[in-house]
């Protein structure tokens, strides 16, 4: 059976309601071998846990990725932040498989094919910076090393740190095991070649990968310095006047920031307040990744979310705290006509991140 045939069947079997789905990878290109699996990735409506499941259909070896829309989003630009954007690929240079929704799975390969075609962009000076001694240290390394087990180890390393600097210099995409190889060789395949020719020789290898590295700047161990997290820092205070605004916001409540990046310095931490004016209710929305713990100090707010599709709605009073789940949408409510409620709000990420939604449903 043809493979796009085949992950169609597959979705529609095991996934009648999907959103969309797609499958990509080897499977769909010349390079398509006896063991290549089908790599899908199938949408669905509010998934509350995403999953990657290996299994075995009708003979075929099956890589499925399993995602709602908001966890799909979120782990794509992860792979776009590690310079490793597999998820993208899949649903960039893949097929579509089916789509629910009028057309959303061809606006996002769009969207993500510019992303892929456009590569990552430069590396920070920081990042430059390790790369270079990452690679001058594996040098040093393999330049003093005499045990045949170890010059083996030490110069595959030594290679896929020369491939990773020269992709990283070519503004190009990395990859792991054999993706690697495939990028350097869309890249520069006389390096690849020559990486592959010279990985039993210390010597050889040696000078291809100073000549990589020269071109990412030359040689950088001594004097190299990583700065790591500050450990004795002077405590902050931030008075109850000086509570600041420059946060996001959602409507039908206005919020205060107290400990932030701006604020504080905090890198992993944000905490405030929210008021909500009476008989009042915030939009709909989530905050993304962060964790969010909410402690009450006046009023009796309401905090609404979905649970089987049912509205639940936890009534709270001053002393109170309600956590908030990574992702989950929610609104928070005042039905006192006189009184305005107040919170304080922590959340695991340096910034209020507010994710306005239509709705509650999990997407």
Known sequence: MDPVAAARALVEEMFPGALYAFVGGSVLTERRTSTSDLDIVVVLDGLDRPYRESLRWHGWPVELFAHSETSLAAYIERGFESRQPTLARICAEGAVLTDRTGGRASDLQGVLGERVSAGPGGQTPGQAD???????????????????????????????????????????????????????????PVLADALLSACDDPVRLTAVATDVLERAGGRLWEGYRSQGDPFHQGLRHVAAGELSGETAQSSGMRRLAAVSGPTTGSSRLWMGQTH??????????????????????????????????????????????????????????????????????SRSTQEAIVINLPDLRQR
């Not at 180890?153 to 190889?181: D, M, P, Y």
């Not at 639940?312 to 990574?326: M, T």
């Open 130 to 188: 390790r790369a270079r001694y990452v690679l001058s240290d594996l040098l040093d390394d393999l330049a003093g090393a005499s045990d045949p087990g170890e010059l083996a180890f030490i110069g595959w390393e030594v290679v896929q740190a020369t491939a990773r600097a020269a992709l990283s210099v070519g503004g190009r995409w990395h990859g792991s095991g054999k993706w690697l190889l495939r990028e350097l060789r869309a890249h520069d």
């Open 276 to 345: 909500v004016a009476p008989s009042t209710r915030s939009s709909d929305h989530h905050h993304g990744a962060s964790e969010t713990a909410i402690y009450v100090v006046s009023g009796r707010p309401s905090f609404v979310f979905l649970e089987d599709d049912e509205e639940v709605r936890i009534e709270a009073g001053p002393g109170d705290y309600v956590f908030v789940p990574p992702y989950v949408p929610h609104r928070e409510e005042n039905p006192d006509p006189e009184r305005e409620a107040v919170v304080v709000i």
